[in-house]
């Protein structure tokens, strides 16, 4: 998405192409998601990750999908000397997370640009591997934890937070809605594929375990986001830099923007006198790699 894709006249306005699904951020939306995304939403996956983090003498932490280097500072505070590696494909989220840091005392930190699941850092090098809300399909999320699981060593904690299966449950059910209105059967099987796409509980555990970590656990929290309209939701920042995305990801269909039209009038219409609150499973992984990936 570009900053002049979002506007206030509908939902299509918000819709990023296929290609660009894991669109990198510019400068603005780096911006955006530093001031308002991450203490409105990110901030409730953050919170839970570092109260999990395992503490460790010269720790070194591998961020995956860092973006402006949320949450450095917890991690920071957790792992005293710790250095931490961020790894991103937005070149403006990485000069921000870098200024960022320069502003934290005691904070070691590296931040490096990748546009791959798999990056170029040595294996078994880090004590720590975390990510945050990661907008991957089920097989790449498998991908990602086999990249995690390269890069940890012997000891070394995984920590992964996502949305889990339930999430955003209430716009699931209006894309069937639509589906159903309209006879859209694609749209229908897309829906009910993309309602499988988070993992449960026991998915997430059984996906670590399968990618060789051991002492695996996930914690579950669920939450809610509250919105005053259809419009108040599509414009918001969460809206258009995370769930939207996740959404087309989940999805994997070209274009949506009339499901998500649909939406836009559902909403005001269903929930004319009262607030609109979507639901949010959050899960916590963790898991430690008790034997070398090689």
């Not at 006879?183 to 897309?190: I, Q």
């Amino acid at each position: 998405m570009t900053p002049e894709s979002s506007g206030a006249n509908g939902a299509e306005s918000l819709i990023p192409r296929a290609s660009d699904i894991h669109a990198t951020l510019g400068p603005a939306e780096a911006a955006i998601l530093e001031t308002f995304v991450v203490p409105r939403y990110l901030s409730l996956y953050g919170d839970i990750a570092v109260g999990l983090i395992v503490q460790s003498e010269d720790a070194r932490v591998i961020h995956l999908n860092c973006r402006t280097g949320y949450p450095e500072r917890g991690i920071a505070e957790r792992l005293k000397g710790a250095h931490i590696i961020g790894v991103d494909r937005s070149r403006a989220a990485i000069e921000l997370a870098r200024a960022k840091a320069s502003t934290i005392p005691g904070l070691v930190s590296t931040y490096v640009v990748s546009d791959n699941l798999e990056t170029t850092l040595p294996s078994a090098a880090f004590s720590h591997a975390l990510t945050l809300h990661p907008t991957v399909r089920a097989e790449q999320r498998h991908r990602m934890l086999a990249e995690i699981g390269r890069l940890l060593a012997p000891y070394g904690q995984a920590i992964v937070a996502l949305p889990a299966r339930g999430s955003f449950q209430e716009l699931m059910d209006l894309f069937r809605e639509y589906a159903l209105k309209f006879d859209d059967v694609d749209f229908a099987h897309a829906v009910e594929r993309a309602s499988t796409s988070h993992p449960t509980v026991e998915m997430m555990s059984g996906e670590l375990a399968g990618a060789g970590f051991d002492f695996v656990d996930v914690e579950l929290r669920p939450t809610t986001l509250r919105f005053q309209s259809g419009r108040d939701f599509f414009e918001d920042p969460v809206t258009r830099i995370l769930i939207v995305p996740d959404l087309q990801c989940s999805l994997g269909l070209e274009d949506i923007s009339k499901p998500l039209d649909y939406v836009r009038e559902a909403i005001d219409k269903y929930w004319s006198d009262g607030t609109f609150e979507l639901s949010i499973h959050i899960a916590c992984a963790t898991g430690r790699r008790m034997k070398s990936s090689g």
